[in-house]
């Protein structure tokens, strides 16, 4: 089974840039649709952004369009999450996941049921 682990969050000033990091051990993170979700205080989870197995397709939340890439590094075993122009509405815990048999990107962004394996978890605050 793989596991995840996240890194690159903090504290950043309005309009900053961060790189999420998301490690797999244990199995290929090419045999998995990966995906960004964030969960801010009092608010449900919701899908940031998802990368296809062979990084041909994306999805990405409306409110992150054009500020946010995602993108993998196969000899890394890496996924990873370009923020830039942050905004204060992006504070939250971010949390890569990954779906070993849903390949549709939108799919596993939207529905967290098929996700098999989350990672811990990364504090991303956006204040000045």
């Known amino acids: 089974q793989v596991q995840l682990v996240e890194s690159g969050g903090g504290l950043v000033q309005p309009g900053g840039s961060l790189r999420l990091s998301c490690v797999a051990t244990g199995d290929n993170l090419g045999y998995y649709t990966v995906g960004w979700f964030h969960q801010a205080p009092g608010k449900e989870r919701e899908g940031v952004s998802c990368i296809s197995k062979n990084s041909d397709s994306w999805h990405y939340a409306e409110s992150v369009k054009g500020r946010f890439t995602i993108s993998r590094d196969y000899a890394k075993n890496a996924v990873y999450l370009e923020m830039n122009n942050l905004e204060p509405e992006d504070t939250a815990v971010y949390s890569c996941?990954?779906?070993?048999?849903?390949?549709?990107?939108?799919?596993?962004?939207?529905?967290?049921?098929?996700?098999?394996?989350w990672g811990q978890g990364t504090q991303v605050t956006v204040s000045s």
């Open positions: 996941a990954a779906s070993a048999y849903v390949s549709d990107v939108r799919h596993v962004c939207v529905h967290t049921g098929v996700i098999d394996v």
